[in-house]
């Protein structure tokens, strides 16, 4: 096959490079032939991703879900060619959700033994996601990560910034409208298409990849104390038991509020509200692996 690997040699702990560097060796050995692409600043993947056409049969992507929504955001067309994982990121949500493996010769076999899964797609006010929108505490945290990270994260690097988050965090009054119907307020806001949240938490235990739905939980407080009993909640995996928790399944959201408040997108900051978020159904194929 002709294969485009894209990487991003900082992703998680900075295990990356190697990463990409040995599954390549595997793959060639297997007899592919391969274009290698090393991102060394934001934007790098979304323009080398711009340039996968039909030339290539498959696009490998080392990193986390925010080289994989780089990525992402860069395809002409997100459903034209199937996308490999090599999860090395913080969290790896969509690795887990689609049981890809973490073993570098394990995806190097997926690329000729996995079946295409086709996923939804999330759009917000035009950026493109695979996994999770936000506006609250978290969307904070992930504008101060923009603001102070150089090398490598993992999840020591999200110290730094959520105790920064913690000291300049407002609660916000939020206004949202779900499928034209609302307005529904809140003080933060989580748009869900996997259950797994960073990794560690559950807040909608049915969200899918491929349910063709927006699973959004609207949190009505978002003091400092509010945020601790939700977090602590998700850890546990019983959100369902907050009866002041707004849960919908549906197609299309709008969030506003009094003034621009950050959004998170695949648990990177994405820009400011208002914003508008729609799914559109069955759009991206990746490999997974057989009976995933």
């Given amino acids: 096959m002709n294969l485009l690997i894209i990487g991003n040699p900082i992703a998680g702990r900075g295990y990356s490079k190697q990463r990409m560097i040995d599954l390549a060796s595997l793959l060639k050995q297997n007899g592919h032939h391969l274009e290698i692409f090393f ?18 049969e498959r696009i ?22 199937p996308i490999v994982h090599a ?3 913080t969290a790896n949500m969509l690795a887990r959700e689609l049981g890809i493996p973490s073993r570098i010769s394990d995806v190097a076999n997926l690329v000729e ?12 006010s035009g950026r493109r996601f695979l996994l999770v ?22 999840y020591r690097g999200y110290v730094k910034p959520i105790l920064k988050a913690g000291h300049a965090y407002h609660p916000i009054n939020l206004d949202i409208w779900a499928d034209g119907q609302g307005p529904i307020p809140g003080q933060m806001v989580m748009v869900l ?26 949190f009505p407080r ?12 998700g850890l546990a995996r019983k959100t369902s038991f907050l009866k002041d928790v707004v849960s919908l399944k549906v197609k299309k959201l709008r969030i506003e509020a009094k003034a621009p408040a ?20 069955g759009v991206v194929p990746f490999v997974v692996p057989a009976g995933s």
């Avoid at 978002?222 to 909640?233: D, E, P």
């Fill in 222 to 233: 978002g003091t400092r104390s509010a945020i601790l009993k939700y977090g602590i909640m």
């Fill in 133 to 154: 929108a936000g506006v609250g505490f978290d969307s904070f945290v992930t504008m101060y990560v923009r603001q102070t990270r150089s090398r490598t994260l993992g």
């Fill in 193 to 218: 298409k996997t259950r797994y949240y960073g990794g560690v938490f559950i807040f909608a235990d049915d969200a899918r990849l491929d349910s063709g739905f927006l699973h959004v939980r609207i």
């Fill in 113 to 124: 033994s996995g079946v295409i899964k086709f996923i939804d797609m999330g759009v917000a």
């Fill in 39 to 56: 991102s060394e600043k934001p934007g790098d993947v979304s323009r080398c991703a711009a340039r996968a056409d039909n030339d290539f």
């Fill in 262 to 281: 950050p959004l998170q997108l695949d648990g990177d900051h994405a820009g400011w509200t208002p914003v508008e978020i729609e799914i559109r159904p």
């Fill in 60 to 81: 490998v992507v080392v990193g986390g879900d925010g080289t994989l929504n780089e990525a992402l955001n860069g395809l002409v067309d997100p459903s034209a060619v």
């Fill in 87 to 89: 999860p090395s990121g």
